[in-house]
């Protein structure tokens, strides 16, 4: 099997999730390679994606590893079977990788969760409101950008509308709602767009209001994708240069607990409606 040069996020989870059971059994690669029979290059080119493994190779790594979680055995080597291109690869060499690396976890999480405090996330974005947020980018990008990113954004969308749509959960602080950006009327076809979206039964709205003061993660919009099993678990920053991606267990813990904590000052969906229309009341 040829080497990737540039291995997709899932791939190099893949080899991440292979790294952590050989660490978990206290064996270093040149001890791994050896115990299976492989070159140390090999093993490390597994552990970093550019080597792809079929789904009993993870099996038998796992047995080698003295792993005894087969639900997050059978979830990896699941991983290694999905080989399609998808829809985010016309992108490729057009947008940053970590754009459609976003767009391939999104794809395949079996749950989304976000929270925002100066932006409306992503994936409830009008067409108008996204466009105006691209213009405003701190590099200023060129208008063929500009569409690629529009037209990417609206195309990831797509997992709140399929036939079995990602359950998603979104917390946005009352600032996001009251910044009008792009202007008035783009501000109150957004907010219409909140209300229609969260009509949906796989969305799930909520407001924090400024009356809820600080709480923890305030200063950060996060994004929490929840894999098959919660170690296959990823959370997602926006941060200036680009996106960040961690899925250390430690990690993992944290933001779980960061998002109980943002939920309990949340408002309810019914108030969160009823929030928003006021503020569209207002404009």
Not at 68 to 82: C, F, N, Q, R, W
Not at 183 to 198: A, F, H, I, K, P
Not at 233 to 247: C, I, P, Y
Request: glycine share 6%.
């Amino acid at each position: 099997m040829p080497v990737r040069s540039s291995p997709t996020g899932r791939q190099l989870r893949v080899g991440a999730e292979l790294r952590r059971l050989r660490e978990r059994a206290g064996l270093s690669s040149t001890q791994a390679a050896q115990l299976l029979g492989m070159r140390q290059a090999q093993v490390s080119n597994m552990e970093t994606g550019r080597l792809g493994v079929s789904a009993e190779r993870v099996r038998t790594l796992a047995c080698h590893y003295d792993c005894p979680d087969k639900a997050l055995i059978e979830s990896v080597a699941a991983m290694t079977g999905d080989r399609t291109r998808g829809w985010w690869e016309e992108y490729r060499d057009i947008l940053p990788a970590g754009m459609l690396d976003l767009a391939e976890l999104e794809h395949h999480a079996i749950a989304l969760r976000a929270s925002t405090t100066a932006r409306i996330p992503g994936l409830l974005q009008t067409r108008e409101y996204a466009l105006e947020v691209f213009r405003q980018a701190v590099i200023e990008l060129s208008p063929p950008d500009i569409e690629h990113r529009l037209s990417f954004r609206i195309k990831r969308q797509a997992v709140l509308y399929r036939d079995h749509p990602v359950p998603y959960d979104a917390i946005v602080h009352e600032a996001a709602l009251r910044m009008r950006v792009g202007g008035s009327s783009v501000t109150r076809q957004q907010l219409q767009y909140l209300l229609d979206m969260s009509d949906r039964d796989n969305i799930t709205l909520r407001a924090i209001t400024f009356d809820a003061g600080a709480y923890p993660g305030s200063g950060q919009s996060i994004y929490y994708a929840h894999g098959p099993v919660p170690q296959l678990d990823t959370v997602q920053l926006d941060q200036s240069h680009g996106v960040a991606f961690l899925d250390a267990e430690a990690q993992l813990h944290k933001y779980r607990t960061l998002f109980a904590r943002i939920e309990a000052v949340a408002l309810s969906p019914d108030k969160t409606r009823d929030l928003i229309h006021r503020l569209m009341r207002e404009l």
